[in-house]
């Protein structure tokens, strides 16, 4: 239950949102014009809605994945949800472009799309009485006070699945700790990533439940999409590194680095980069964010680089782009196709103090993984790769570089490092069926708490 202070504070902080509402609006316009999707359906963020909600015939189970890589996590969950509750309608949120684009393929006739409501009492008041979710499941990190509160208030179990909580993260959550303990604490149920998000969530007061893995483990990459990918490998003619889920700053560093290393290479002082640089291995960037797309070809480009876009071709690159000195991947929903045409990959976030993306994905399509210094995002998932020889954890862009280079130039360490990705990814599957098992149990147990007559 929440204290006096809790409560007084949690009402400034309403109110305070209330006051930001036509800041938000402006950032959404704003956002909009690379991003058109960040229009769409304004309203439904403030709690309003155009028609009302259709009746559930059955089970309404809400989840909320706020951008692309939750909503892909998300789709195994779904897939294990609908197995165990058939006819299940589906209501999905999310609070990204991006994520709301990937998530029209979760849907099913019957299911439900919706931004996340802003966190005001009025909006999350106004979502729950209009789509009135049997449940609510929220992935990875996406607890807000006062949606919190109203599950709460409205009999809703809201569950927080997939759940991570990184030292950071827990560090700033402690600085407002007047706000985060109850929020954490008035969920129904945590099913933690792995023992140190449950150690760091426990800390929040946070009832975890069980420590299950990670989703995107379950996630089998399209067998398709790494087919053409290595199709492409084959049509380059010479090996590919991968510069993964790149971040702003990062490129800079990248071209930077790379004129170094070149520059050393070709006087002899780089021990083994030499074959690399003969070979001059084909880089392939695929920015972390779309709307950076456009940005970080001009910049390739203003460095001297010829770069081809993967977005200006079909299935296949033509026949001149593989005397390119980068493709650049500006697309969607390919990383299965990016990481199979990769060699061996950079993992984007890891060199700017970022936290790092994640490289389970890179795993499971065998694709060895160099990481910078910065990966406490996932840090479990970063120290178990690497323990296992499906990553190398270096102190820079600079040594990135040279690693990478040094790795396609040993077959048997590179194939040896791709399938220790393989068998590392292998070896973590289980998480969906765990967390939609706990899913149910919990919902069941809910119903029957309502059916059962007060004393």
């Not at 695929?286 to 010829?306: I, S, Y």
């Given at each position: 239950m929440?204290?006096?202070?809790?409560?007084?504070?949690?009402?400034?902080?309403?109110?305070?949102?209330?006051?930001a509402?036509?800041?938000?609006?402006?950032k959404?316009?704003?956002?909009g014009?690379a991003e058109p999707g960040?229009?769409?359906?304004?309203?439904?963020?403030?709690?309003?809605?155009?028609t009302a909600?259709?009746?559930?015939?059955?089970?309404r189970?809400?989840?909320?994945?706020?951008?692309?890589g939750?909503?892909?996590?998300?789709a195994?969950?779904?897939?294990?949800?609908?197995?165990?509750?058939?006819g299940m309608?589906?209501?999905?949120?999310?609070g990204?472009?991006t994520?709301?684009?990937?998530?029209?393929r979760?849907?099913?006739p019957?299911?439900?799309?919706a931004?996340?409501?802003w966190d005001?009492?009025?909006?999350?008041?106004?979502?729950?009485?209009?789509?009135?979710?049997?449940?609510?499941?929220?992935?990875?990190?996406?607890?807000?006070?006062n949606l919190?509160a109203?599950?709460?208030?409205?009999?809703?179990?809201?569950?927080?699945?997939?759940?991570r909580?990184?030292?950071?993260?827990?560090?700033?959550?402690?600085?407002?700790?007047?706000?985060?303990?109850?929020?954490f604490?008035?969920?129904?149920?945590?099913?933690?990533?792995?023992?140190?998000?449950?150690e760091?969530l426990?800390?929040?007061?946070?009832?975890?439940?069980?420590?299950?893995?990670?989703?995107?483990?379950?996630?089998?990459?399209?067998?398709?999409?790494?087919a053409?990918?290595?199709?492409w490998?084959?049509?380059a003619?010479?090996p590919?590194?991968l510069?993964?889920?790149s971040?702003?700053g990062?490129e800079?560093?990248?071209i930077?680095?790379?004129?170094?290393?070149?520059?050393?290479?070709?006087?002899?002082?780089a021990?083994?980069?030499?074959?690399?640089?003969?070979?001059?291995?084909?880089w392939?960037?695929?920015?972390?964010?779309p709307?950076r797309?456009d940005?970080?070809?001009?910049?390739?480009?203003?460095?001297?680089?010829?770069?081809?876009?993967?977005?200006?071709?079909?299935?296949?690159?033509?026949?001149?782009?593989a005397?390119?000195?980068?493709?650049?991947g500006?697309s969607?929903?390919?990383?299965?196709?990016?990481?199979?045409?990769?060699?061996a990959?950079?993992?984007?976030?890891?060199f700017?103090?970022?936290?790092g993306?994640?490289l389970i994905?890179?795993?499971?399509?065998?694709?060895?993984?160099?990481?910078?210094?910065s990966?406490?995002?996932?840090?479990?998932?970063?120290?178990?790769a690497?323990?296992?020889?499906a990553?190398f954890?270096t102190?820079g862009i600079?040594?990135?570089?040279?690693?990478?280079?040094?790795?396609i130039?040993?077959?048997?360490?590179?194939?040896?490092?791709?399938?220790a990705?393989?068998?590392f990814?292998?070896?973590?599957r289980?998480?969906a069926?765990?967390?939609?098992d706990?899913?149910?149990?919990?919902?069941?147990?809910a119903a029957a708490?309502?059916?059962?007559?007060?004393?």
């Amino acid at each position: 239950m929440e204290t006096f202070l809790q409560r007084a504070v949690r009402s400034l902080y309403g109110l305070g949102l209330r006051a930001a509402q036509p800041l938000l609006r402006r950032k959404l316009a704003r956002r909009g014009v690379a991003e058109p999707g960040y229009l769409e359906a304004v309203e439904e963020r403030f709690g309003r809605y155009d028609t009302a909600a259709p009746a559930a015939s059955g089970l309404r189970i809400w989840v909320h994945a706020v951008s692309l890589g939750e909503t892909r996590a998300a789709a195994v969950l779904v897939a294990a949800l609908r197995e165990r509750l058939p006819g299940m309608q589906l209501l999905l949120t999310h609070g990204t472009a991006t994520g709301r684009a990937e998530g029209t393929r979760l849907l099913q006739p019957g299911d439900l799309q919706a931004w996340q409501p802003w966190d005001t009492p009025g909006a999350v008041a106004r979502f729950l009485a209009h789509f009135r979710p049997s449940m609510g499941l929220l992935m990875e990190t996406e607890v807000w006070p006062n949606l919190v509160a109203g599950c709460r208030q409205a009999g809703v179990p809201l569950c927080l699945a997939n759940a991570r909580l990184s030292a950071k993260s827990l560090r700033e959550a402690e600085r407002l700790a007047v706000l985060a303990q109850p929020a954490f604490g008035g969920l129904a149920a945590v099913w933690a990533q792995s023992d140190g998000d449950a150690e760091r969530l426990r800390t929040l007061q946070a009832p975890v439940h069980g420590v299950f893995g990670n989703l995107k483990f379950d996630m089998a990459p399209d067998p398709a999409l790494l087919a053409r990918g290595q199709a492409w490998h084959a049509a380059a003619g010479r090996p590919v590194l991968l510069f993964a889920s790149s971040r702003e700053g990062e490129e800079q560093l990248w071209i930077e680095a790379l004129g170094r290393f070149r520059s050393l290479a070709q006087a002899g002082r780089a021990q083994g980069a030499a074959d690399s640089i003969a070979n001059r291995p084909l880089w392939l960037i695929v920015p972390r964010h779309p709307q950076r797309f456009d940005a970080v070809a001009a910049l390739l480009q203003d460095a001297g680089l010829t770069v081809a876009r993967r977005s200006t071709w079909g299935d296949a690159p033509p026949v001149e782009a593989a005397a390119a000195d980068v493709w650049l991947g500006d697309s969607l929903g390919e990383m299965a196709l990016y990481y199979g045409a990769a060699d061996a990959a950079l993992l984007g976030g890891s060199f700017a103090p970022l936290g790092g993306q994640n490289l389970i994905e890179a795993a499971a399509c065998g694709c060895p993984v160099v990481t910078g210094p910065s990966t406490f995002n996932f840090a479990e998932a970063a120290d178990g790769a690497t323990a296992a020889g499906a990553a190398f954890r270096t102190t820079g862009i600079d040594e990135a570089i040279a690693t990478a280079c040094r790795l396609i130039d040993d077959p048997a360490a590179l194939a040896a490092a791709q399938a220790a990705g393989r068998r590392f990814a292998a070896a973590h599957r289980g998480a969906a069926a765990r967390t939609a098992d706990a899913a149910v149990t919990l919902l069941r147990n809910a119903a029957a708490e309502r059916r059962r007559p007060a004393a």
